[in-house]
């Protein structure tokens, strides 16, 4: 079996990686091969489009730019997003609708409850390196777009041109989280927890980490998902290593993507002599809930990420990732491996991860200084 990847003798966790490691198999896959479907879903997609549109919305806050000016900015990052990676042609989540979500989204949230915390001192832009400016965007069909026409200086979006930004959106962090003792190599191997939070806001006074989902359904269920998922609680672990501050809880916004039902669009009840407003479909589809972190649970939540890594060196040293098949379909559909846990003979899975359906997955994160 090939080596656990390090960088300069570290090796680098993400939450992604954390969530494959319910199945030690994609586990294998994802870290050990580093492969990975080489085009995410529709929905992914999107997705991330809006993701980026919002993030740019609230660093823009800090530059005094005026409402149109700002969606004006985030108009021009969409569609640059949607040329450089289109979603599915024939398919409802496009440009336009991106657009209207994210118009609905700032009209319902235009008077925030809290305030975005801010550096002490500026920091270089994440997005132009400090430069102040953007290189072209290349198509997926490999031709350089000419979506600057709205940008005619090719200036940093994120960063308004001047190559710094103090809004603590998009923040890089690797944090230790654990030595792990090689025996087998006799040597300790650094384990960083690494990754990006969308936003930091204070809410009277308390830190909270903000985070931003796109989802297809929204409900309670939803919810309880999301007070017990992983991922805000490891951030919220990482900041308070990074700043020495309490985070007292982590604040999800969450954004339903579907579009509203045609008798709700059309203005008509539906069958069951139903009626709903679009403008109270809208206030369903937008929703965002805050949650509060006990005492003890963010300890909890390394624990749980330490024993969770120190398995997946068992299973490297036994030289065998078993198959977890009861995560094979979840709820969001497929796992990204799933053909190739379905290939017969085993020897034929290594020629399925490196043919083009699957590409190479970057293992380091230069963000040790």
Same mark, same amino acid.
């Given at each position: ?34 492969? !990975? ?111 600057? !026409? ?24 690797? !944090? ?70 309490? !985070? ?122």
């Amino acid at each position: 079996m090939s080596p656990i990847p390090l960088s300069n003798g570290a090796m680098f966790v993400s939450s992604s990686f954390l969530d494959t490691l319910i199945c030690p198999r994609a586990s294998q896959y994802y870290k050990i091969n580093a492969r !990975v479907g080489d085009r995410g879903s529709t929905a992914m997609i999107f997705g991330q489009h809006l993701h980026s549109a919002l993030s740019l919305y609230y660093r823009l806050q800090e530059y005094n730019l005026d409402h149109d000016t700002i969606t004006s900015r985030v108009s021009t990052l969409l569609e640059m997003e949607f040329a450089s990676h289109p979603t599915d042609q024939d398919d409802w989540r496009n440009l336009n609708w991106a657009m209207e979500i994210f118009q609905q989204l700032v009209q319902k949230y235009r008077d925030e409850e809290f305030r975005v915390v801010r550096y002490k001192e500026p920091r270089p832009c994440t997005k132009c390196n400090g430069g102040g400016s953007l290189a072209p965007i290349l198509t997926i069909t490999g031709e350089w777009n000419d979506k600057e !026409v709205n940008n005619p200086s090719n200036h940093c979006l994120w960063c308004n041109g001047t190559g710094d930004t103090s809004v603590m959106s998009e923040i890089p962090f690797a !944090v230790k989280l654990f030595d792990h003792l090689d025996y087998e190599n006799q040597r300790s191997i650094p384990i960083y927890y690494h990754g990006f939070i969308d936003l930091l806001i204070s809410r009277n006074g308390l830190l909270y980490v903000m985070d931003f989902k796109s989802t297809s359904q929204l409900g309670q269920s939803y919810w309880d998902d999301k007070k017990a998922i992983a991922q805000p609680k490891g951030y919220s672990w990482a900041l308070e290593q990074l700043l020495g501050v309490k !985070v007292h809880g982590y604040l999800i916004r969450a954004i339903r993507t579907v579009p509203p039902p045609k008798y709700v669009a059309e203005g008509r009840p539906n069958t069951k002599g139903e009626f709903k407003k679009i403008s109270d479909w809208w206030d369903e589809s937008l929703s965002q809930q805050s949650f509060e972190l006990g005492p003890g649970e963010l300890d909890e939540w390394k624990d749980n990420a330490i024993a969770q890594v120190k398995q997946f060196f068992y299973h490297h040293s036994q030289g065998l990732f078993p198959q977890n098949k009861s995560v094979c379909v979840g709820k969001y559909g497929k796992c990204q491996y799933y053909e190739v846990c379905s290939t017969f003979p085993v020897a034929d899975r290594e020629i399925l991860l490196n043919s083009s359906l699957f590409k190479d997955k970057e293992q380091n994160m230069n963000l040790l200084k």
